[in-house]
T-cell receptor, first 114, second 110 residues
Framework: NAGVTQTPKFQVLKTGQSMTLQCAQD?????MSWYRQDPGMGLRLIHY???????DQGEVPNGYNVSRSTTEDFPLRLLSAAPSQTSVYFC?????????????FGPGTRLTVL | GEDVEQSLFLSVREGDSSVINCTYTDSSSTYLYWYKQEPGAGLQLLTY?????DMKQDQRLTVLLNKKDKHLSLRIADTQTGDSAIYFC??????????FGTGTRLQVFP
């Protein structure tokens, strides 16, 4: 198992550009989510999905879109990047159902918006 | 609202015990967690505790939960330089959505 993979590892964008952060898992997990990590603020939930075809907003969804067309993939789209979106982005997946020890995190994507 | 607070930094000498503290506001938490993040890496689950427990021990790690005060702590015995990392507490309310604390950077010096 590769676990949770994220690409790219690093990305620099100019203000107004768009891009997609990729996330994939090979554990047949139903639940997937995206967090952003900023200094002194911990991780904040952007969007999540409880299964293919179902997505919902988290705490900080503005400026981001997601879709879940397959169980394996959960891409995060920045439609028009802003400097405030400079952050480290983590994707996570789990079986679902709230079990405490099944959530796995990807290695992160470090995004800089100039 | 849901707020999870931690102090930002902790510095300890190698071999001493470290205690990382966390306070939360939502009394309906089901599980409380401790995650470790090493530099440039993702989050690794260290341990978790069910909300009806007071204490959980796992090798060098001891988790204490005071539900009355909404206070969670992580004690690392015999702290080593490899324990240097950022530690996050988190809570969940029976779902897979996690609410994270602000993170505590632990620095271990020789």
């Amino acid at each position: 198992n590769a676990g949770v993979t994220q690409t790219p590892k690093f990305q620099v964008l100019k203000t107004g550009q768009s891009m997609t952060l990729q996330c994939a898992q090979d554990m047949n997990h139903e639940y997937m989510s995206w967090y952003r990590q900023d200094p002194g603020m911990g991780l904040r939930l952007i969007h999540y999905s409880v299964g293919a075809g179902i997505t919902d907003q988290g705490e900080v969804p503005n400026g981001y879109n997601v879709s879940r067309s397959t169980t394996e993939d959960f891409p995060l789209r920045l439609l028009s990047a802003a400097p405030s979106q400079t952050s480290v982005y983590f994707c996570a997946s789990s079986y679902g159902g709230g079990a405490p020890d099944t959530q796995y995190f990807g290695p992160g994507t470090r995004l800089t918006v100039l | 609202g849901e707020d999870v607070e931690q102090s930002l930094f902790l510095s300890v000498r190698e071999g001493d015990s470290s205690v990382i503290n966390c306070t939360y506001t939502d009394s309906s938490s089901t599980y409380l967690y401790w995650y470790k993040q090493e530099p440039g890496a993702g989050l690794q689950l260290l341990t978790y505790i069910f909300s009806n427990m007071d204490m959980k021990q796992d090798q060098r790690l001891t988790v204490l939960l005071n539900k009355k005060d909404k206070h969670l702590s992580l004690r690392i015995a015999d702290t080593q330089t490899g324990d240097s990392a950022i530690y996050f507490c988190a809570e969940s309310m029976g779902t897979d959505k996690l609410i994270f604390g602000t993170g505590t950077r632990l620095q271990v010096f020789p």
